[in-house]
């Protein structure tokens, strides 16, 4: 069977990374979690956001970033049934290489 495992929220905690990057190069005070996928364009201004998406990419907003707990354990898990793993993801263009590098 095949599988299509999303990337983001699922095999990365990108939102973390993303919070860490705001807090420590632009400065935002952000809380540590949040209850919704898009929190953080609430919480940021229209400037920090857009830095988010092309700075902070250049700086590797898609290289770095915290594998979910049990992600790597459960695609294994997957593999070693057999199963053709898939990864998708939405991330913008100038992320693949990093992407790719981060799997």
């Known amino acids: 069977m ?3 495992v999303d990337c983001d929220g699922v095999l990365v905690e990108w939102e973390r ?3 860490y990057m705001l807090r420590e190069y ?6 540590d979690e949040s209850s919704e996928w898009d929190s953080i364009k609430g919480w940021v ?3 920090d956001w857009k830095w988010l998406w092309s700075q902070g ?3 590797g907003l898609f290289r770095h970033g915290h ?3 049990g992600a790597i354990i459960g695609m294994k ?16 263009k100038e992320a693949v290489n990093d992407t790719l590098g981060w799997l």
């Open 2 to 4: 095949r599988i299509a």
């Open 57 to 59: 990419v250049r700086l």
């Open 26 to 31: 632009r400065g935002c005070d952000l809380p």
């Open 17 to 19: 990374t993303a919070r």
């Open 45 to 47: 201004s229209a400037d």
């Open 67 to 69: 594998v979910v707990t």
């Open 77 to 92: 898990a997957l593999s070693t049934r057999g199963h053709d793993l898939i990864v998708v993801t939405a991330r913008p």
